[in-house]
């Protein structure tokens, strides 16, 4: 919302220190400030709801039912808001998205101390939001972006969601602290409410994309399981990482906390992740060429597993910083050129560029595949008298997962073109 009084010109002046943004238009100015002021939402807000349910209740279980409702309901969405977007309207999903989102934290703020005994429901209710937004901003993202822009675009979001993330979790910690501290959940939970408000408002400015075509999706998911098919290895590779993803995402910011006792130090562990991650990102998005990006992969997700062996020593707050730290460092170079050769493979050819909303459909749900199998073994851990201390033997097999996406993507030919 800052960007705009810039104007297109403006913005992209400002941005050239990244690299050439002016190969990015309108439309994907737009996307990308949809997409930022999502993450200042849910950096705000997302990863505090879990520290807020264990504060009213402290117990693993909880929190991992909570997130398994959330990628279950993601899943089965991607389906229906693929078919929207196939069908009906793109812009209207990436719409529906941001408002479950934004109807999610007034359920949370109406509910208050009572929201753990609705965590099922609501965790389904956040995968819907999720879902529509995910599924709507990668076929846009596919869609607005060619070859030749995308690890542009992927550098300037990545930067965009980095920089979101370096203040608002100091702005949550310092409210969470210094008020009240159930007051203070309920005041950050309304800023992210109003910013998804922004956000819905923001994308009436999308030029609305009507589509209309068949849903093939059994045909891109029997694709998926042959072996002679560049998809086929997308999809290893994308189970691979939502492994990771699925218990990471909510797991290492918690185990902080526990480890803690204290929102400003989960909110200056979080900053200081983003802040490693937005210069990341600006290396990767301005440096990074196309024919590194096996070698980038490669030393991206070595590095994401190597920093998770002090937790063999001991599980604590500096280990467990580390972790973190050194996985936002190392992210990005692994990310940035995956997300492009996955969208490269759509785009390969006419036939595939046809079916991309199904191809993007698939690959989320490849995703949520990997993020479901994580929690349910966090739930089995959960189960069995968990202690902060054997929590690493979780942790360190889980952080070397994407060794396992690197060798499948590889099978890849498109990752290597110049």
Do not use: C
């Amino acid at each position: 919302m800052f960007l705009a009084p810039m104007g297109k010109i403006g913005v992209v002046r400002a941005m050239s220190l990244l690299g050439k943004t002016d190969q990015l238009d309108r439309s994907a100015w737009l996307l990308l400030i949809i997409s930022g002021l999502f993450a200042i939402s849910t950096a705000l807000s997302n990863t505090f709801v879990n520290v807020y349910l264990w504060k009213i209740k402290e117990d693993y279980m909880m929190i991992g039912r909570y997130n398994l409702a959330s990628y279950l309901a993601m899943a089965v969405t991607f389906i229906f808001a693929g078919r929207l977007a196939k069908q009906v309207d793109r812009v209207i999903a990436i719409r529906i998205g941001v408002a479950l989102q934004a109807i999610f934290y007034l359920a949370v703020l109406a509910l208050g101390k009572n929201t753990v005994q609705y965590v099922d429901w609501l965790g389904l209710f956040l995968g819907l939001g999720l879902g529509f937004f995910w599924l709507s901003f990668n076929v846009l993202y596919f869609e607005i972006t060619e070859r030749h822009n995308r690890d542009i675009f992927n550098g300037v979001n990545g930067l965009l969601t980095s920089a979101a993330g370096i203040m608002a979790p100091l702005i949550s910690g310092f409210i969470i602290t210094r008020i009240d501290q159930f007051t203070g959940y309920r005041i950050i939970f309304s800023l992210s409410l109003a910013i998804f408000v922004v956000a819905v408002i923001i994308s009436f400015l999308l030029k609305r994309r009507s589509a209309h075509g068949v849903f093939r999706l059994k045909e891109t998911l029997e694709e998926s399981l042959q072996r002679g098919r560049h998809w086929f290895w997308v999809n290893l590779a994308m189970v691979a990482q939502g492994v990771r993803e699925g218990l990471f995402s909510f797991l290492l910011s918690l185990l902080i906390f526990v480890a803690t006792k204290n929102e400003m130090a989960l909110g200056w562990y979080l900053t200081t992740t983003s802040a490693v991650s937005l210069l990341s990102y600006f290396l990767v998005g301005r440096y990074l060429r196309r024919r590194w990006r096996d070698e980038g992969m490669l030393l991206g997700t070595a590095m994401m597993g190597i920093m998770a062996l002090p937790l063999l020593w001991e599980v604590n707050a500096f280990t467990l910083y580390l972790l973190g730290v050194g996985a936002s460092l190392f992210f990005p170079i692994y990310m940035v050129p995956l997300t492009s050769a996955v969208f490269d493979v759509i785009g390969e050819n006419n036939n595939t560029a046809k079916r991309r909303v199904e191809y993007v459909v698939a690959r989320e749900l490849a995703l949520n595949v990997g993020r479901i199998l994580s929690v349910a073994v966090f739930l089995w851990w959960a189960s069995t008298e968990p202690d902060l201390i054997q929590i690493k033997w979780l942790l360190i097999p889980v952080a070397f997962v994407q060794l396992f996406s690197w060798l499948t993507i590889r099978q890849v030919p498109l990752l290597e073109q110049p």
